[in-house]
């Protein structure tokens, strides 16, 4: 049997188990479901009117980067479950079988995966009957649905850290709060750059959720690219291979107390 | 040593230490039992028996000492040595959203048991526990002791030859625990090695071929049941005599046999042996011999609580913490 092949077994099975939960504890459902709608049609009809965005429709704007915002925070799915199986013992279980020591966590991050889908769906839906329009062929919409999906998966692993790191289920979700959400609101996601105080545009500027929004706008309406597609691959491998290396480290050595 | 050869130990530790931050845990223990035997470790809260089991699961490395389990050392063997040992650790680990079958088969699938075999072995182990009914019912609706019940369950699934069971009864109603019992005798009566860890002293009278005492991180008495209260000593014959009348005589035949002169308390002659092996048939013998008629004669033997307050000064009581359901406790 190879190590590889187990390897890729272990996680499916615990990407199994991940999943299962959704219908069954059916409350973080609506975290995939309901609270992106919530943020699409408040944004949208709150904020719409009051923001200008030159070139765009506010809708049309918005959409690309209230969904990567919403993709860096379906990760938390991982720190609250992590957290969890180290609190009641699953962890000490996990960590005593014959199994890779990477798929508990590649598990998780990989169940992710299919929740991100799920409230990305919901979005795009909701969007276009608020009025957004892709404007871009569909080549270059999959691109972008793919990019959405792998920054998620990135933020996964950043979960994944954080679950491993802190003291509680509830900890590990303000602290996931509190160091992603600046984050995207300095970027280009709500409004332009150009339009923020120095400093922070100064600092908007290389953030990596501009370049990922950046990047979803050329794929999804067809805005000038300039390097933010390329830019916001790397930015999302280099996110998952650093995080998952950190998070696979705690794993090794997690001590439940 | 007991004249084993060590290939024979399926667990054995030298000088186990472990610190955390400011504690030590562990101050260098040592451990050892044969394949097939049950070694106890027993000792208060906090006496550092979870931390003796995680090292010797691979859970935690230890700062110093050496460890082999199943002949494969702990650090530098971990990985071929996990596939050899079964834990079930002191809160039940089952994951509530799963149904009980579920979990034995996720734990079946993560041993690489061949395909197939998961789904038989849960199916098996979920009938011999006693939980076939609630096979596909989710975990969160089972009580605290279908959990812990469940828990085991998940550490037999791939039949390890070593088993460690880290206070596998605490917090279990009386039946349930006689019946986790009677199971893990029967794991041992099929050859598994099972290392338990407990705060109960009838638990490692009834089911440990040796018992370690640990307190304060350190094995202070090591032994069979019989050999810990043939340390403390205080074994006893009370002596029901046909004729009181006749207890004069029965204390002058006896005495010279007796570690102290013996005496009627209650109506019964009472004489601290000297030495346990054939101190019945010898006292007997002699009041035959003097023609004294007995009705009764009974070996009284001191309990491991009476070890324990001997060796540390203070008594083993359980923590009062602990709830009905062992896996809610914390801390
Ligand atoms: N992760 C940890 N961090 C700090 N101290 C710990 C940790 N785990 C255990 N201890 C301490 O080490 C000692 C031994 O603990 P433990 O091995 O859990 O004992 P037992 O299982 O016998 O109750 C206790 O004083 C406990 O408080
Ligand atoms: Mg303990």
Redesign the interface.
Known sequence: ?SGFG?AV??TL??AQ?SL??IP??PDLLLSFTVQPIMFVLLFAYVFGGAIATPGYDYIDFLMPGIIVQTMSFGGFVTALGLSEDLK???V????????SRG?VLAGRTLADIGTNSISVATMIVVGVIAGFSFDAPLAHIVAGIVLLLLFGYAFSWVFAFIGLSSSSPEASQSLGFIVIFPLTFVSSAFVPVESMPGALQAFAEVNPFTIVVDAMRALFLGAPAGNSIWGAFAWSIGIAAVFAFLAVTKYKRA?VR | MRGIAASDLAIEAEGLRKSYKDVEALCGIDLSAPAGTVLALLGPNGAGKTTAVRILTTLLPPDGGSARVAGLDVVSEAAQLRSQIGLAGQYAAVDENLTGAENLEMVGRLYHLPKGEPRARAAELLERFDLSDAADRLVRTYSGGMRRRLDLAAALVARPPVLFLDEPTTGLDPRSRIGLWETIEGRVAEGTTVLLTTQYLDEADRLADSISVIDHGRVIAQGSSDELKDQVGGERLDITLESKDDAERAIAALEPIAAERPAMIDGLLRMPVRERKGAIAEAVRRLNEAGIGIDDVAMRRPTLDDVFLTLTGHALEPDEGEGADGEEAER
């Open positions: 049997m187990n077994s272990d099975v615990l188990r299962k939960r069954r504890a009641k013992g699953l000490d279980r996990f960590r005593s079988l014959p199994m798929a001590v």
